[in-house]
């Protein structure tokens, strides 16, 4: 089924002004551009056959932030799945040579830190630090409570704080004084 025309003008309207901000909300979960790309032409092809359907969704964003965070899931899955038969198992793909240099030092500890979180920690902190929604925007994209926001990204954020102290206690050197 063709989407009508108002429908399909309001869903060229949002991909025009969204489809950026939704491939790197991707690009944070998955730790990869263009597969990022990839889910999100998905949503928005998906979106665009069903058509009149439209119209039944009050606001078209919450919906694509959750379709994109489910599909970046399904990719995430299917990574893992190869990973076993490969037997390797990589939660991050690595960095592109002229990604790694444009990243800070710190921000790559913070990036490989969060890659090591539990899917549903990962999401919750870069849905709310990165995508900047608040915790009822979360709540309705991820399909879980206000209170389980929380709760998730207080325990990713501990989570997060020790690991990067353990990545302090590796760069110092032996014999050298921190508070210099």
Request: glycine share 8%.
């Amino acid at each position: 089924m063709k989407p009508s025309g108002s429908a399909a003008e309001s869903l060229a309207e949002v991909f025009r002004c969204r489809r950026c901000e939704l491939v790197r909300l991707g690009a944070f979960i998955l730790g990869d551009r263009s597969a990022a790309e990839d889910v999100v032409q998905e949503v928005f092809l998906r979106v665009h056959q069903r058509g009149g359907r439209l119209a039944d969704l009050d606001d078209l964003l919450p919906y694509l932030r959750g379709a994109v965070v489910n599909g970046c899931r399904s990719v995430l899955r299917r990574r893992l799945l190869i990973g076993r038969h490969a037997g390797q198992d990589q939660p991050c793909p690595p960095l592109s040579a002229e990604e790694a240099m444009l990243l800070s030092e710190d921000r790559r500890q913070v990036l490989a830190a969060l890659a090591r979180l539990p899917a549903r920690r990962h999401e919750v902190l870069v849905l709310r630090y990165y995508a900047g929604l608040s915790e009822a925007e979360i709540a309705v994209t991820l399909g879980i409570s206000a209170g389980t926001v929380k709760s998730t990204a207080a325990r990713g954020l501990a989570a997060l704080a020790v690991v990067a102290g353990a990545a302090s206690e590796c760069l110092r050197r032996p014999g050298s004084d921190p508070d210099r």
